[in-house]
């Protein structure tokens, strides 16, 4: 990659974190959607996205906590399993064809969800804890194999439990194969500063609307760039 490349991805990685952590995600998906867009390698892409997803996920986790918008009681039933879960699907290496198109359809499923909510309800009642693990451990599991966290499935949730999710995830990639790709150190600067900013104002400030949109627009293309071009 040459450094105008370079340039932009390290803006556009701002930009995406500076809009999911406006709106309560650390932006797993929206990063993934970017480097897909600059022809990155999924293999790539995944430990990248968990890197910058847990750097963000730290900072939106603490502001929305200060902010009012946690509950430990609705978190804890599904991070129980979720954990484990994730560093599973972390530790697991598909082949990079099956990679490409786990990490495309679940891009098209976040843009489909970003679309469709409206907003989170005024009241959230928890399900059933059988439940709560259960669909904590399948989406721990996701979360690990494709690098997105998971919080986009589990708004309004979102901050510690892709927080928890990318590190065991991170884990399990790192047990595996020993290494971790240095885009997401280099990119680091770039997703904190635009976490720091969006979900300061995000968990006070902004409607979500139009933001969902625009990042679900991004998310479509990259996922059918992945389903459909080689």
């Not at 979360?143 to 892709?162: E, Q």
């Not at 065991?168 to 150190?185: E, H």
Request: hydrophobic share 55%.
């Amino acid at each position: 990659m040459d450094t105008t490349h370079f340039v932009l991805l390290f803006l556009a990685i701002g930009l995406i974190a500076f809009l999911y952590s406006s709106v309560g995600h650390a932006g797993a998906s929206g990063y993934i959607a970017t480097m897909t867009l600059f022809g990155l390698a999924p293999t790539v892409i995944r430990p990248t996205a968990l890197v910058l997803n847990i750097l963000v996920a730290s900072i939106g986790a603490f502001q929305f906590w200060r902010a009012g918008h946690f509950s430990w009681k609705l978190f804890w039933p599904f991070a129980l399993l979720s954990i484990p879960a994730a560093y599973v699907g972390g530790y697991l290496q598909p082949s990079a064809s099956i990679l490409r198109i786990l990490i495309g359809i679940v891009l098209l499923f976040s843009a489909a969800r970003l679309v469709f909510r409206r907003s989170d309800p005024p009241q959230t009642f928890p399900p059933s804890r059988p439940i709560a693990v259960s669909v904590g451990a399948g989406l721990g599991f996701l979360a690990g194999l494709t690098g997105t966290g998971g919080g986009i499935f589990l708004t309004p949730l979102s901050a510690l439990f892709i927080w928890v999710n990318s590190i065991a995830g991170l884990i399990g990639y790192f047990t595996k194969v020993r290494s971790i790709p240095s885009l997401g150190l280099v990119l680091a600067a770039a997703a904190i500063i635009g976490g720091i900013i969006g979900s300061h104002l995000g968990s006070r400030r902004f409607a979500v609307r139009v933001i969902s949109l625009c990042l679900a627009t991004v998310l479509l293309i990259a996922g059918i760039k992945l389903l459909f071009t080689r």
